[in-house]
Nanobody
Framework: EVQLVESGGGLVQAGGSLRLSCAAS????????IGWFRQAPGKEREGVSV????????FYANSVKGRFTISSNNAIHTVYLQMNSLAPEDTAVYYC???????????????????WGQGTQVTVSS
């Protein structure tokens, strides 16, 4: 059974940092991409960052570019999202998701992702 488990969320002041983790298990191969999405109350779920499995290519939404960094430790099947210079508008539930097949055109399409974690709350106070 495939599982994605997020951790690392919490409450932080504006300007602070958090590192989220997404631990993956149950995959029969390492050939999948991991994306981080977030959903604030009353808003649509939006893509934040993606890391590809084959070459480790990384992609960022404009809203987080330069502040967030996605990385992976393939040995322990974990993907990280380092979030710096956090702002109140970053407050949301953050989800990691896995896509077995993903094109560059579909990076931010949540419906292209096959598996989802349960989410972790990130709250940034002003």
């Amino acid at each position: 059974e495939v599982q994605l488990v997020e951790s690392g969320g919490g409450l932080v002041q504006a300007g602070g940092s958090l590192r989220l983790s997404c631990a993956a298990s149950g995959f029969t191969s390492d050939d999948y991409a991991i994306g981080w999405f977030r959903q604030a109350p009353g808003k649509e779920r939006e893509g934040v960052s993606v890391i590809g499995s084959s070459d480790g290519s990384t992609f960022y939404a404009n809203s987080v570019k330069g502040r967030f960094t996605i990385s992976s430790n393939n040995a322990i099947h974990t993907v990280y999202l380092q979030m710096n210079s956090l702002a109140p508008e970053d407050t949301a539930v953050y989800y990691c998701a896995a896509a077995l097949e993903l094109s560059l055109f579909d990076l931010w399409d949540r419906y292209e992702y096959d598996y989802w974690g349960q989410g972790t709350q990130v709250t940034v106070s002003s």
